[in-house]
């Protein structure tokens, strides 16, 4: 071939480049301002104000808020208190007095606002023995109005309560509906393009109707399958089973990444998309084990390489501790949430934290797999006895390792002294356990902490103080749940050395992970005995409990099973969009971190009490941040460290 020629096809290759680039970035742009517009119509439709009511007093109700009017029909006074279905073994709140009927006879009527995130249990004591009279439970809806009646029953002492709904409430999960349904649409309709473009006869016909260079450039450009193509310069910094970088993982980093930017930026401020007060799991729960997960799988794959290679251990030594370092003073001082309460000051300095949790980790689990790792894989005859686990027993002084520090964690949790508190407490304090523990929140974990950092440079508002009405500083990324989240990238570790040891044997990786996610789901059955509260060890994000690590663990790989096998083995799937976060994930979490309170990521709304308009925002938000990693990849820019 000549000079020229090449010359040619090498322009034609970076113009088929910059038009798929172009196209894809107004498929993203197109899909942000769909959802957006949807998402604010929805808004006009479901929100609306509260009705009034004769009787009622009127509030102006926020999101999450159901207004409740109480009418006595009887001639005595009665306390009304409160308390969440969800809020285990809670005290009961007093929400306010209802007087008696005045002797005119002309019921008494006094209104109240009410949450409607969970199912209420409404008690009405009498005054001034305080003694039960009745009780209601009921699961209010949002921007509903409702009645209480209070009456005798057939005229005899017996009090009786009936609950009257007097207009509906708004249905408050529909933009979550538009948003799916948006993106699900635009998903769809990108696949049967891309498949529909492969046919040759709509490739023949576009070429005819088309009839310019550029037309066959755009057909061509979307010929070859996107999943393929992997940027050479990337492909040595972890080196898969294939020789090349695997996407499953970047995808699923990416995908962990996306979830966590939306809850961190609102989740439409619905509860499920926020992290659980206590015990139990959300959805915003799920990401930060993930990432952890994968962090593990990562070293796993990248200090292999980094040995075959021929890399010296000293440097790659060095290499860990600037990392870690580097991450800590990341997390310490660029994101902090004190900047809330204006400039730093080392009084109130928040220690722990989201990064500083990945810096520690990374630490740990790195030096415990450079101590064990081989420069050279052993090759182990499939007819050898203990072939089927060597990927285990080959690393037996890690794991070893890793059983003590879970002692040590269980020994801390359970049998350490904590002064005023019982030995072994799991509770969130405040008014759970009835109130007999309210300085106790996280037990031992909570109390290493205020010991280690004292309490001003932990984190002061826990998501338990809301339901619980916890007092007490905690820091779910403390000191003693490090243990917990070394664990967790332990075991993700143990997916990278499967992917290691049975390289190319996809039927053997996908068993093993199959395999581990049934033993560790097993575990947490057993842990949790399958409730959310009555276990011997509660899945807990704050405590980052045992069996938070076995249950997200099952999920991270049943969730690479599905990734591995639709993206590595199959290829129908490319990974995108999740794929380019992942590839950029430190610059996605720091950016999204610093520039939240800038425009495209935050704007005035309309309505701020609209879960549609902060489902939007916040949908926008996360989509902006998709297609910023998507520019950076094209451009080649990494953020590393």
Same mark, same amino acid.
């Given at each position: 071939?000549?000079?020229?020629?090449?010359?040619?096809?090498?322009?034609?290759?970076?113009?088929?480049?910059?038009?798929?680039?172009?196209?894809?970035?107004?498929?993203?742009? %197109?899909?942000?301002?769909?959802?957006?517009?949807?998402?604010?119509?929805?808004?006009?439709?479901?929100?609306?104000?509260?009705?009034?009511?004769?009787?009622?007093?009127?509030?102006?109700?926020?999101?999450?808020?159901?207004?409740?009017?109480?009418?006595?029909?009887?001639?005595? #006074?009665?306390?009304?208190?409160?308390?969440?279905?969800?809020?285990?073994?809670?005290?009961?709140?007093?929400?306010?007095?209802?007087?008696?009927?005045?002797?005119?006879?002309?019921?008494?009527?006094?209104?109240?606002?009410?949450?409607?995130?969970?199912?209420?249990?409404?008690?009405?004591?009498?005054?001034?023995?305080?003694?039960?009279?009745?009780?209601?439970?009921?699961?209010?809806?949002?921007?509903?109005?409702?009645?209480?009646?209070?009456?005798?029953?057939?005229?005899?002492?017996?009090?009786?309560?009936?609950?009257?709904?007097?207009?509906?409430?708004?249905?408050?999960?529909?933009?979550?509906?538009?948003?799916?349904?948006?993106?699900?649409?635009?998903?769809?309709?990108?696949?049967?393009?891309?498949?529909?473009?492969?046919?040759?006869?709509?490739?023949?016909?576009?070429?005819?109707? &088309?009839?310019?260079?550029?037309?066959?450039?755009?057909?061509?450009?979307?010929?070859?399958?996107?999943?393929?193509?992997?940027?050479?310069?990337?492909?040595?910094?972890?080196?898969?089973?294939?020789?090349?970088?695997?996407?499953?993982?970047?995808?699923?980093?990416?995908?962990?990444?996306?979830?966590?930017?939306?809850?961190?930026?609102?989740?439409?401020?619905?509860?499920? @998309?926020? /992290?659980?007060? =206590?015990?139990?799991?959300?959805?915003?729960?799920?990401?930060?084990?993930?990432?952890?997960? $994968?962090?593990?799988?990562?070293?796993?794959?990248?200090?292999?390489?980094?040995?075959?290679?021929?890399?010296?251990?000293?440097?790659?030594?060095?290499?860990?501790?600037?990392?870690?370092?580097?991450? @800590?003073?990341?997390?310490?001082?660029?994101?902090?949430?004190?900047?809330?309460?204006?400039?730093?000051?080392?009084?109130?300095?928040?220690?722990?934290?989201?990064?500083?949790?990945?810096?520690?980790?990374?630490?740990?689990?790195?030096?415990?797999?450079?101590?064990?790792?081989?420069?050279?894989?052993?090759?182990?005859?499939?007819?050898?006895?203990?072939?089927?686990?060597?990927?285990?027993?080959?690393? +037996?002084?890690?794991?070893?390792?890793?059983?003590?520090?879970?002692?040590?964690?269980?020994?801390?949790?359970?049998?350490?002294? %904590?002064?005023?508190?019982?030995?072994?407490?799991?509770?969130?304090?405040?008014?759970?356990?009835?109130?007999?523990?309210?300085?106790?929140?996280?037990?031992?974990?909570?109390?290493? #902490?205020? +010991?280690?950092?004292?309490?001003?440079?932990?984190?002061?508002?826990?998501?338990?103080?809301?339901?619980?009405?916890?007092?007490?500083?905690?820091?779910?990324?403390?000191?003693?749940?490090?243990?917990?989240? $070394?664990?967790?990238?332990?075991?993700?570790?143990?997916? &990278?050395?499967?992917?290691?040891?049975?390289?190319?044997?996809?039927?053997?990786?996908?068993?093993?992970?199959?395999?581990?996610?049934?033993?560790?789901?097993?575990?947490?059955?057993?842990?949790?005995?399958?409730?959310?509260?009555? &276990?011997?060890?509660?899945?807990?994000?704050?405590?980052?409990?045992?069996?938070?690590?076995?249950?997200?663990?099952?999920?991270?790989?049943?969730?690479?099973?599905?990734?591995?096998?639709?993206?590595? %083995?199959?290829?129908? +799937?490319?990974?995108?969009?999740?794929?380019?976060?992942?590839?950029?994930?430190?610059?996605?979490?720091?950016? /999204?971190?610093?520039?939240?309170?800038?425009?495209?990521?935050? =704007?005035?709304?309309?309505?701020?009490?609209?879960?549609?308009?902060?489902?939007?925002?916040?949908?926008?938000?996360?989509?902006?941040?998709?297609?910023?990693?998507?520019?950076?990849?094209?451009?080649?820019? @990494?953020?590393?460290?």
């Amino acid at each position: 071939m000549k000079k020229g020629e090449i010359c040619t096809l090498r322009k034609e290759e970076a113009v088929r480049s910059d038009v798929m680039a172009a196209e894809r970035e107004y498929r993203w742009t %197109v899909c942000a301002v769909i959802v957006l517009l949807i998402a604010l119509c929805a808004a006009h439709m479901t929100d609306r104000p509260a009705s009034s009511h004769p009787h009622r007093k009127t509030f102006v109700l926020k999101m999450d808020e159901a207004s409740l009017s109480v009418t006595n029909e009887i001639e005595n #006074d009665f306390m009304l208190y409160v308390v969440s279905d969800h809020c285990y073994k809670c005290l009961p709140q007093l929400l306010g007095k209802i007087p008696a009927r005045p002797a005119s006879g002309t019921p008494s009527t006094v209104g109240f606002v009410v949450g409607t995130q969970h199912a209420l249990k409404l008690q009405l004591n009498g005054t001034p023995a305080n003694v039960e009279q009745c009780n209601v439970d009921f699961h209010f809806g949002e921007q509903g109005n409702y009645s209480l009646w209070v009456k005798n029953l057939n005229n005899l002492s017996r009090v009786s309560c009936s609950m009257i709904t007097d207009s509906d409430s708004i249905n408050s999960y529909l933009p979550i509906l538009f948003a799916f349904l948006a993106f699900g649409l635009l998903a769809a309709l990108s696949a049967i393009w891309n498949t529909v473009k492969r046919l040759d006869v709509v490739t023949n016909l576009l070429l005819r109707l &088309g009839s310019t260079v550029e037309t066959e450039r755009l057909i061509n450009s979307e010929l070859g399958s996107p999943n393929r193509l992997v940027d050479a310069s990337m492909e040595s910094i972890i080196p898969a089973t294939t020789g090349r970088r695997l996407r499953s993982l970047d995808s699923f980093r990416g995908l962990a990444l996306v979830i966590m930017v939306f809850v961190n930026y609102g989740g439409g401020r619905y509860w499920f @998309f926020r /992290h659980e007060s =206590w015990n139990g799991l959300t959805v915003a729960d799920l990401v930060f084990p993930w990432f952890v997960f $994968i962090m593990g799988t990562s070293i796993s794959l990248s200090l292999s390489g980094s040995l075959r290679r021929g890399v010296k251990r000293t440097h790659m030594l060095w290499k860990i501790f600037w990392r870690s370092l580097q991450l @800590f003073v990341i997390g310490v001082i660029i994101v902090n949430p004190n900047y809330c309460q204006g400039p730093l000051s080392w009084d109130s300095l928040r220690i722990p934290g989201v990064l500083q949790r990945l810096g520690f980790t990374y630490l740990v689990v790195s030096l415990l797999d450079l101590a064990v790792a081989q420069d050279r894989l052993t090759n182990l005859s499939s007819e050898t006895c203990w072939y089927s686990v060597h990927d285990v027993f080959l690393y +037996w002084p890690a794991w070893l390792f890793v059983i003590a520090l879970e002692t040590v964690w269980l020994c801390l949790t359970f049998l350490l002294p %904590v002064p005023d508190c019982p030995t072994g407490y799991l509770g969130p304090g405040g008014i759970g356990d009835f109130g007999q523990y309210q300085n106790c929140t996280g037990g031992a974990a909570g109390y290493i #902490d205020r +010991w280690l950092l004292g309490n001003n440079h932990i984190y002061q508002t826990p998501s338990s103080r809301v339901l619980y009405q916890s007092v007490m500083p905690f820091d779910p990324e403390g000191v003693l749940g490090s243990i917990n989240s $070394i664990l967790m990238a332990f075991l993700g570790l143990q997916a &990278g050395k499967i992917l290691l040891h049975y390289r190319d044997q996809h039927k053997q990786i996908i068993t093993r992970f199959i395999i581990w996610g049934f033993i560790l789901g097993i575990i947490s059955a057993v842990l949790t005995k399958c409730s959310r509260n009555d &276990g011997f060890i509660p899945v807990n994000k704050n405590l980052w409990s045992l069996s938070y690590v076995t249950t997200l663990s099952c999920f991270a790989f049943v969730a690479l099973v599905f990734f591995y096998y639709l993206v590595d %083995v199959k290829k129908w +799937w490319s990974g995108a969009p999740f794929f380019y976060p992942g590839m950029n994930s430190i610059l996605v979490y720091v950016g /999204h971190e610093v520039f939240e309170e800038y425009f495209p990521f935050r =704007w005035k709304m309309a309505n701020s009490q609209s879960h549609a308009e902060h489902l939007a925002q916040n949908l926008v938000a996360t989509s902006v941040w998709v297609v910023i990693a998507y520019l950076l990849y094209r451009k080649k820019i @990494f953020w590393k460290i």
